[in-house]
Nanobody, 125 residues
Framework: QVQLVESGGGVVQAGGSLRLSCAAS????????MAWFRQAPGKEIESVAA????????YFADSVKGRFTISRDNDKKMVVLQMNSAKPEDTAIYYC??????????????????WGQGIQVTVSS
């Protein structure tokens, strides 16, 4: 069973930075596309960023373009979301996701097969 373990969440002041990491635990599993989604209280889950299998293509939601970056380390089966210039509206539970069949970066939750348990990010004003 593939497990995704997220780390790096917490509280940051508006304008600050936070780095979220996610690693796949199953040794025999090769994560293809990887992504981050988030869900704020009372809102639906939304895509944040995604990265293709080889890291050549990325996707960002309009709300985070220019502030967040996404990268991956395939040797470590890890994806990293670097959050810069954080805003209070970035406050949410962030979920890591990975696909076993989708290669390209996708902002659709339907493309992903495995999900992490979520990690809280709070941006204080």
């Amino acid at each position: 069973q593939v497990q995704l373990v997220e780390s790096g969440g917490g509280v940051v002041q508006a304008g600050g930075s936070l780095r979220l990491s996610c690693a796949a635990s199953e040794r025999s599993f090769t994560p293809l596309a990887m992504a981050w989604f988030r869900q704020a209280p009372g809102k639906e889950i939304e895509s944040v960023a995604a990265i293709s299998w080889m890291g050549s293509n990325t996707y960002f939601a309009d709300s985070v373009k220019g502030r967040f970056t996404i990268s991956r380390d395939n040797d470590k089966k890890m994806v990293v979301l670097q959050m810069n210039s954080a805003k209070p509206e970035d406050t949410a539970i962030y979920y890591c996701a990975t696909a076993q069949a989708t290669v390209n970066a996708s902002g659709s939750s339907r493309a992903y097969d495995y999900w992490g348990q979520g990690i809280q990010v709070t941006v204080s004003s």
